[in-house]
C-alpha cells in the first residue's frame, strides 16, 4: 500500500522525537504501520459489511494479525524477497504493496482481480509484482513449494546461465529472476502445524540450510479447535526447537517492534546464509474465524475479551500517542484518510467488470505452447549414435568410416523402454540446465564421495532410469529426496513456478498418495487460479502398473482415470520405448505439468524396443497410434494392454479373419477422440481395453462418448475389457485371474465381431 509521508505539521511540537527509533523502526516506519494496519482492519470491516449486503460472496479477515505482516513486510523486500503468505496476511500484502482496491477486486471476484481473476475466494493472495505467489485454501500446502522456491532461487544463483531465456520450448515464456542472498517467507496458522507437509517443509529446509522465513501466526485456534489438541504440549516452538540450522524466535505478534525485531535478526541469518529461521508469533483472532463462523459458540466472552485487549491496532495506536509521535488528531486525520479511500474503492470495485463466462478454459494450460501442436512434431533420427547427439568423439580411433560405421551398429540396436527413457532425460539435461531431476533412490549415490573414489558404481532408480546422470550432471541437478511423497511434489512445484524444470520421480504409483493433496489441488491449478499470473510445469515421472508376477496389491496398482479427472494436468501413458522417448522430450519441453506414466513392465520388454531416436525426437501430446489398421472392430487402448490386444488381435484375424484396427492412445490427457471417432466410423464397434479395474476407469469416458457422439455408426454396444473390481493379488494364478489377459482381450474381440 502507497504510504503516505507524515506531515510535520501534524505534529510539530514532537519533530525531534521523530528521530528517535524502536528497534530499528523509525517513527516515520511506526506512522506507516499504523496506517496500514488500520487499512487491513477497515477493509476487513467493509467486507463483512458487503457480504451482510450480499455483494460479496466470502470472508475471511486478518484482524489481530497486522501488526505481524507489517512487521513482516518492513524486514523483507517486496519484488526482491518471495512470499508465499496464507489468507490472514492482509496487512502483510498491503505493506508489500497491494492496494486495498486490488483488494476489493478479489473480494467482488471482479475480472480485473489481480489475485485471481474471481476464482478464488477472496483473501487467496497473489501479486505477481510483488513476488507474492499464488496460494490455495488448502492449509499447508504453500509450505513445501515456499522450500521449492527458496532452492530455486539458490540453483540459479549457482547456475546463473540457466536463468537465461531460450526458444522453442517453456522457457520462451518464463522469465526468470533471483538474488543471490533472497529470502522466502511463507506464513501459516497454528493448527497447520498439524499437517505433516509442515514437518516434510522443515525438516527439508533445516537439512538443505534454505533461507526460508516460517511463520507460524499462532492465534491459538484452527476454526473451533484450540491449539493444545492441535499440537502437543501446546506450544509449536518447543517442539520444533531440534531441528539443526534453524534460528528460532517465538514472540508477541501483536506488538509490531517486537515483530520487527524478530523478522529483523531471522532475515540476518537467512541472507548471510546460515539456514532457515522460525517465528513462532502469538497473536490473536478477535473475529471469527470466517464470517461462516461464530466463535460464541465455543469461546466465552471472557476469553475474547482477554483476546481483544491485546488488539493490535488499538494498541500500536496507543503506543504512538504515548510516545508523542502522533497526536490525536493526526491520528484522526490518518483514519480519515484511510476511511474515504477505502469508500471509494469498495465503490469502485462494485463497479468493475466481472469475468465472462466464456473465459472459463482461459489457462486451464498455457496458452503460450501447444503440446499437441506441429511444433512437437519431429521425425526419429535414423541412426544417430547416441554419442555423437552432443557432439562427443569415441577416443582412439583415426578411421572415421569404420568410427562411423561402429557407432550406426550401435544406434541400431534396439534399445529398451528404460535405455530411451534414461537417454531422453540425458539429452534434456544436456539440452537444458534448468533441468532437475530428484525423488527416492534416483541419485547414484548420494554420498557422492564414493563415487569420486570409484569405490561404487552407483544406482540411479530402484529401476536405473535415472542411472549415471548424477555423475554426469552434479549432485545439484541430480539427487534424492526424503522418502516422502509430498515433499517431492510440492518442492517441484515451488521450483516450477520460479522457472526450474523439476523432472521428478514417484517410486511407484502405489506410492503416489501422500502428494495427492499437491497433484490435485495444486500442480495442475497454479496456472489458470491464478489468472495465468503464475505456472509450475513440473514433469512427474511415475513407475506403474502390474503384470510382474507377484507385484500384488502394492507394487501392480494403476489409476490413471484419478489423474484424467483433473483438470490442468496432463497425462501420457506411453506403451513402447520409441514413444516414451517422443513423449518424454515433450513433456519436459512443454509449458504444462505432466504426469507421465511409465509401466514397469514394459521397462525391458522385448515388445516395442527401438534404436536411439537421437536428440530431438518429439510426439505431440493428443496423437494416437494406429498400432495396426483393421475394418472388423476398434479396440482402443494404451500402455501394457497394447502388446496384449495386438496378440489377442492377430489370433482373431488368423481364426476368425477379422481385422482389428488397434488405437494406441499414447497420452490420455489431451487424448485422441479424432482417431477414435475415425475408426469406429470405419469399423462400426468399439472395444475398450485397459489394465485398470473395470469400474469408473478410464475406458469409461471413452465409451460414453462413443455411445453419444457416435450412436448412429454403431452396430454393437460399446465393450469395455479391465482388470476386475479387486487390487491385485500376489500369487500369480489370481494376478492373471484379475488383470486381463490377451485370452480375455481376444474374447471380447470375439464376441464383439460376432455381434
Ligand atoms: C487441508 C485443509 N483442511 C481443512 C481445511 C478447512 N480449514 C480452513 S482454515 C482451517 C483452520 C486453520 O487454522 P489455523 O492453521 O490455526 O489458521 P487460522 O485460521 O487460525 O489463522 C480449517 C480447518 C482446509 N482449508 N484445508
Ligand atoms: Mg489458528
Known sequence: MATTKVDPKLNESNVAKLAKTYQGLTSQQLIDAYRIMFASRRVDDREILLKRQQKVFFQISGAGHEALGVAAAFALKPSYDWFYPYYRDRALCLALGATPYEMLLGAVGAADDPNSGGRQMPSHWAFKRLNVVTQSSATGTQILQAVGCAEAGRYFARHPKASQKAEGDYRQFKDVQFQGDEITYVSLGDGTTSEGEFWEALNTASNRRLPVIFCVQDNQYAISVPVEVQTSGGNISRLVSGFPNFHFEEIDGTDPVVAYAAFKRASDYCRAGHGPAFVHAHVIRPYSHSLSDDERLYRPDAERQADAACDPVPRLQMFLLREGILDEKAINQIEQEVEEQIQADADRALEAAVPQPETIYNYVYSPDLDPTSAQFETQPALAVPEAAADGERPAGSENKASQNKALQNKASQNKTMADLINT??????????????????????????????????????????????????????????????????????????????????????DYIWPAMMQLRDELPLIRWRSNNAFSAPVVVRVAIGGYLTGGAIYHSQCGESIFTHTPGLRVVFPSNALDAAGLLRTAIRCDDPVLFLEHKRLYRETYGRAPYPGPHYMIPFGKAKIVQPGTGLTVITYGAVVPRALQAAQRLEREHQVSVELIDLRTLNPFDWDAIAASVKKTNR????????????????????????????????????????????????LENAILPQASDLFRAMEELAEF
Do not use: C
Open 686 to 733: 468399439a472395444l475398450i481395453a485397459y489394465e485398470d479395474s473395470l469400474s469408473w476407469g478410464y475406458g469409461a469416458e471413452i465409451a460414453a462418448r462413443i455411445a453419444d457422439k457416435l450412436f448412429h455408426h454403431l452396430d454393437a454396444p460399446v465393450k469395455r475389457i479391465a482388470a476386475t473390481d479387486t487390487f491385485v493379488a500376489y500369487q500369480p494364478i
Open 424 to 509: 531422453t532425460l540425458r539429452d534434456e539435461m544436456r539440452r537444458d540446465e534448468r533441468v532437475v531431476i530428484f525423488g527416492e533412490d534416483v541419485a547414484d549415490a548420494s554420498r557422492e564421495e564414493y563415487l569420486k573414489q570409484k569405490l561404487i558404481k552407483g544406482k540411479g532408480g530402484v529401476f536405473k532410469l535415472t542411472a549415471g546422470l548424477q555423475v554426469e550432471f552434479g549432485s545439484d541437478r541430480v539427487f534424492n529426496s526424503p522418502l516422502a511423497e509430498a515433499n517431492i511434489v510440492g518442492r517441484a512445484t515451488g521450483m516450477a513456478t520460479r522457472g526450474l524444470k523439476p523432472v521428478v520421480e514417484i517410486q511407484f504409483f
